[in-house]
């Protein structure tokens, strides 16, 4: 089981390196805060690179950039994220597990192409302004891999498959990875109970939040047209497989808990006692800076 904290003293050395797969667009900025609280900042590291474009190292490229380390980073840190594909522990000379969250891929694919429209330093930004002007455009148009089955991609390691040429092997290994590798696979819609489902699982603490990232409130798919969200769902046809059976093996694990439905009413009331602290904490300064112009820092390989 991790530490609890920055200041836990148990033995750290017998306890799994954990691999946080943070696929974008899924509530995975608001979940690492939470993470960071529950390791010492020395027993953490995150997966970045050189910028490419938005600054963001292309998670099938994080394998290599961990693969390359001396063996003795490789073994120091007992958390491991960025924006990965399975296949990173392979990397990790001690044992460990993974942990994501997946999100519904109509709703994940309309909330990716908005972040794209309204950040000008994303690398399809400029060609989604001036060639792909519709959501429709956009997923028809085999630009961008992360409206292509993207989650079942991360999840069976997937870096080689063209556009368009998704099948169901990769459907099926991403859901043994999961069986034989994922300690907690949650859910960005039960945000709330894929954190008491965190606890239950690692025994941490510390959980509250307030969201990180979210949208401006008209980046929703009200109103995108039924025929451009059934083509959506007819192209990520691997994803709404997986997602599925990700939501049906959550809510067996959370039915089959009789302590699951009180810890969760308790956690949201603390939750909500904290919001105000959180706010001004952290939606305040990110505020600030947007509205300032001062960007985050850039990204590398760090510790912190």
Request: net charge positive; hydrophobic share 35%.
């Amino acid at each position: 089981m991790p530490p609890t904290g920055a200041g836990a003293t148990h033995n750290e050395e017998s306890e799994p390196t954990v691999l946080f797969l943070h696929i974008g667009k899924t509530a995975g900025l608001t979940l690492r805060k939470i993470l960071r609280r529950q390791f010492p900042p020395s027993r953490i590291m995150v997966l970045k690179g050189e910028p490419l474009g938005s600054g963001r190292l292309r998670r099938e490229d994080t394998i290599r950039t961990l693969a390359i380390l001396p063996e003795s980073e490789r073994a120091r840190p007992r958390l491991i994220m960025g924006h990965m594909v399975f296949g990173v522990h392979e990397f990790v000379p001690r044992p460990s597990t993974y942990i994501t969250l997946l999100r519904n891929p109509v709703s994940l694919t309309v909330s990716q192409y908005n972040y794209v429209l309204r950040t000008p330093g994303h690398p399809l930004h400029r060609t989604a302004i001036s060639r792909y002007r519709t959501l429709d455009d956009y997923v028809r148009s085999g630009v961008s891999l992360e409206t292509d089955n993207s989650q079942t991609r991360a999840l069976a390691g997937d870096t080689t498959t063209p556009f368009g040429e998704c099948t169901s092997r990769l459907l099926d290994l991403a859901k043994e990875n999961v069986e034989k590798h994922f300690a907690v696979v949650g859910l960005a819609e039960r945000f709330d109970e894929s954190l008491i489902v965190l606890r239950k699982a690692f025994g941490w603490t510390k959980l509250y939040y307030v969201r990180v990232n979210v949208a401006p409130g008209h980046y929703r798919k009200d109103g995108v047209p039924a025929t451009t969200l059934e083509a959506i769902a007819e192209r990520n046809w691997l994803d709404m497989e997986l997602y599925k059976w990700a939501a049906e093996r959550f809510e067996e694990r959370v039915a089959s808990d009789a302590s699951f439905e009180p810890a969760l009413q308790r956690f949201r009331l603390e939750n909500r006692v904290y919001a105000p602290w959180g706010h001004v904490r952290y939606t305040l300064p990110r505020r600030l800076r947007a509205r300032f112009g001062r960007q985050d820092p850039p990204f590398d390989l760090s510790n912190a």
